[in-house]
T-cell receptor
């Protein structure tokens, strides 16, 4: 079963615009991760945020975490055509956090 | 390191045939995962290993599915007999788990299976 659910399912924007994707999860977590998947490829880790963090930045990526609402958001600023991909949030499938389960993802399309 | 290597990249087979998917994890990683991805169900965790030992296979859909990890550098996922509903992309991922940290996975490119 899915722990995280991304919203929206699909997002289309123009280059230069910001893209925001949301993830909601059901049970308490120690950390939450975001991954990107380009068409026909495997998933690539983007960023991890721990439960005691509220916001984290990495380049043009900004991730927020609200544990009271059990939600996270991924913001991509000044998007580029190369950001076109599917984005997934992942949380632990077990208490030890050794296995991850993924949401169904948000498909982002950035047109030039 | 060449990353996680999966083979074959594409497999087309007929219903009832045996399918074997292969994975070479990153050297030094102690966890290995098999996932299946479909449009309908998204990414499903099938099974994972720690130090070559299967830890949780509750995601394996049926007895037709089996996975082995005979050594630290090789794992197989076998489907016998295959059915059309097994058509999906199968991903292998590996990681080095830091107890105080989190498990960050490195994925292979996937094996796209089509069962006719």
């Amino acid at each position: 079963s899915q722990q995280g659910e991304e919203d929206p399912q699909a997002l289309s924007i123009q280059e230069g615009e910001n893209a925001t994707m949301n993830c909601s999860y059901k049970t308490s977590i120690n950390n939450l991760q975001w991954y990107r998947q380009n068409s026909g490829r495997g998933l690539v880790h983007l960023i991890l945020i721990r439960s005691n963090e509220r916001e984290k930045h990495s380049g043009r990526l900004r991730v927020t975490l609200d544990t009271s609402k059990k939600s996270s958001s991924l913001l991509i600023t000044a998007s580029r055509a190369a950001d076109t991909a599917s984005y997934f949030c992942a949380t632990a499938a077990n208490q030890a956090g050794t296995a991850l389960i993924f949401g169904k993802g948000t498909t982002l399309s950035v047109s030039s | 390191d060449a990353g996680v290597i999966q083979s074959p990249r594409h497999e087309v087979t007929e219903m009832g045939q045996e399918v074997t998917l292969r994975c070479k994890p990153i050297s030094g990683h102690d966890y290995l995962f098999w996932y299946r991805q479909t449009m309908m169900r998204g990414l499903e965790l099938l099974i994972y290993f720690n130090n070559n030992v299967p830890i949780d296979d509750s995601g394996m859909p049926e007895d037709r599915f089996s996975a082995k990890m005979p050594n630290a550098s090789f794992s197989t996922l076998k489907i016998q007999p295959s059915e059309p509903r097994d058509s999906a992309v199968y991903f292998c991922a590996s990681s080095f788990y830091v107890i105080s940290g989190a498990n960050v996975l490195t994925f292979g490119a996937g094996s796209r299976l089509t069962v006719l």
